[in-house]
């Protein structure tokens, strides 16, 4: 009987230092994010969905690439590349940003950390931007070292989180706050861990910064949140779609800019630094969007997975947006989705059409994010 966990992949992507034990762990499907290798598949996407919410996974988020900057102008380097005002970013802390393009045009949605003075991080989504700022510094004239380090995250994510956190760290990990980070030693391994996560629940993320590490450490936590319910998994769509949560390539791309994904609140136009873009923005903000990501409710039989492909949508049978995400949700009972569509038609209440594989349905436009929109459950998690 053929074994189906030699899985034949090649040496042109990379494997994370946690592969081995998440094939152990029962991974049997995976896809490729920044060039690498990701678990997508532990079985019952709904299923990995409940031991989220209501107890805890870990995940293999080493595809989450690390930008490292160092130097003298790091500071001055990463407020070129991002809108987002960080004059106020303290060491240990960390924040959500945006890279844009000269266009103003999303090339990431990054977790900047700030490890050090001038040490900083920026955990990427699925782009190049290792390249883009490489590319930057050469013109820059400043004095910046960038980089790929040996750093791998997991992601720790759910209510149960934070005990499993006590567990294996103490009590004193019960005092880092949302979006701070602090470098610990567990048994040897030397971390980076953070209180943030792509799943609107409470969670961490634990930077290991030695990749030899990788199933050691995997194996620890497991045994550490055995008797908190810990299980394996993937991060959930249904979840980050709930929380109304970005997913590049698919939300928004290098033709997307801020505003459309009502993110403006990341773009601060009038701190002096001239950033990339600004020019772009500035123009932007002026003259107004024409588009405008929403929450749309789909009236039909519950999906059986997410959309994969970009669904049409119509009003008196003219295009005006697409669906990017679509998901039912089995807490909410609906087929939740993000869209894009004409700024004319993004009123609450708004009625379209949308074209899925085979049929035609109707979709209404509601709030997003669809649950939680206070964030109450990763602020006040603990």
């Known amino acids: 009987m053929e074994d189906k966990k030699n899985f034949g992949f090649g040496t042109q992507i990379r494997k994370s230092p946690y592969f081995n034990s998440t094939v152990k762990w029962g991974a049997t499907g995976f896809s490729v994010y920044n060039h690498m290798y990701i678990p997508r598949d532990f079985g019952s996407p709904e299923q990995n969905f409940w031991n989220l919410v209501n107890e805890a996974i870990l995940c293999d988020v080493a595809v989450e690439r690390q930008v490292e900057i160092t130097g003298p102008d790091a500071t001055k380097f990463i407020q070129l590349l991002t809108p987002r005002d960080l004059s106020k970013l303290s060491v240990g802390q960390c924040k959500y940003v945006l890279i844009v393009n000269n266009e103003g045009g999303i090339l990431n949605d990054p977790v900047l950390l700030r490890l050090k003075e001038n040490h900083y991080w920026l955990s990427l989504a699925d782009s190049d931007i290792l390249l883009w700022a490489q590319g930057v510094a050469v013109n820059s004239n400043l004095d910046v070292k960038i980089s790929e380090p040996d750093v791998s995250p997991l992601q720790l994510q759910g209510p149960n989180s934070g005990m499993i956190m006590e567990a294996l760290f103490g009590r004193s990990i019960n005092n880092l706050k949302y979006y701070w980070l602090r470098e610990l030693d567990l048994n040897g391994i030397p971390l980076i861990v953070s209180r943030t996560g792509w799943s609107s629940e409470l969670g961490y993320e634990l930077y290991l910064r030695d990749g030899s590490k990788g199933d050691e450490l995997w194996e620890m936590i497991m045994i550490a949140g055995k008797k908190f319910g810990l299980k394996p998994g993937h991060t959930s769509s249904i979840r980050r779609i709930e929380g109304g949560m970005l997913s590049y390539h698919a939300d928004a791309d290098i033709n997307t800019n801020p505003y459309e994904v009502c993110l403006g609140r990341l773009v601060n136009l009038d701190i002096v630094s001239n950033f990339i873009g600004k020019k772009a923005l500035i123009k932007i903000d002026r003259d107004g969007i024409k588009r405008k990501q929403v929450g749309i409710i789909l009236d039909c039989e519950p999906l059986t997975g997410p959309n994969t492909t970009f669904w049409e949508i119509t009003k008196n049978k003219k295009i005006i947006g697409k669906i990017t995400s679509a998901v039912y949700s089995p807490r909410l009972k609906k087929n939740i989705a993000l869209a894009m569509v ?28 669809f649950y939680d929109p206070k964030k109450k459950l990763t602020n006040n998690g603990l």
């Open 342 to 369: 004409s700024i004319e038609l993004s009123e609450l209440g708004t009625e379209l059409e949308i074209k899925m594989p085979f049929k035609a349905v109707k979709g209404i436009v509601v709030e997003k994010p």
